[in-house]
């Protein structure tokens, strides 16, 4: 597990959401006037908010199109090296207090084609917009098989690189008084990409390069 700072002046990811989803406070969005969401997130519905809608909406912005390329090529493609494919768009969170952002505990290969899943060495990048930490952020392994959960603690302005696709992780009930926003995508370098006709859950889009990734 990695973690990367970036510049939030140069990459301001959380001014562009906030302003979009018209709130003023992302860590409070769920104190948001008209806010109701009572139901305890499972994968069925963990995508489903009016705010997830309109996060999907802006990822198809120009605006968001270009600081995310520029974002993937400036501070991702320098850690592979090489060319890079990476998720085209990427996957929204929410991470609301009393509740889960994502429905159960996994690992992301099991979402994909198995053999193909392994051989494409996929990275994940989990980036938060809010201050991720304790029960409102992502519990994973440090090992495959160990199921030593811990919490991956991060900051605004930080990247974390991880084995999501090998390591079992998910959330825990957030007991903490703000919700964490935050979004990822997933990241392989371009030698190891072969495409995969199995689609993604979330997008229902193909796992190949006209699909739900993208290269650079
Ligand atoms: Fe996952």
Not at 56 to 83: C, H, M, Q, S, W
Not at 140 to 156: T, V
């Amino acid at each position: 597990m990695t973690t990367i700072n970036f510049s939030t002046g140069k990459f301001p990811f959380k001014d562009l959401i906030r302003d979009y989803l018209g709130v003023t406070s992302l860590s409070f969005i769920h104190l948001q006037e008209g806010f109701c969401y009572l139901d305890k997130f499972e994968r069925i519905n963990d995508q489903s908010t009016h705010f997830h809608k309109l996060f999907y909406d802006l990822a198809r912005t120009p605006e968001f199109t270009i600081l995310y390329l520029e974002f993937i090529k400036n501070v991702i493609k320098p850690l592979f090296g090489e060319e890079v494919v990476f998720q085209k768009v990427p996957t929204f969170r929410l991470h609301f207090p009393g509740n889960i952002a994502v429905g159960e505990f996994h690992r992301d290969r099991e979402y994909r084609d198995l053999a193909w899943a392994r051989r494409v060495n996929e990275f994940n990048f989990f980036l938060p917009i809010t201050d991720a930490f304790r029960t409102n952020t992502i519990w994973a392994e440090s090992e495959e098989g160990k199921e030593d959960f811990n919490p991956i603690n991060a900051e605004y302005g930080q990247i974390v690189m991880w084995d999501g696709s090998n390591l079992l992780h998910g959330n825990k009930i957030n007991e903490e008084a703000c919700t964490r926003v935050s979004f990822d995508f997933r990241v392989m370098p371009f030698s190891r990409y072969e495409p995969s006709e199995k689609g993604s859950i979330n997008m229902n889009s193909k796992f190949g390069l006209d699909g739900y990734y993208d290269k650079i």
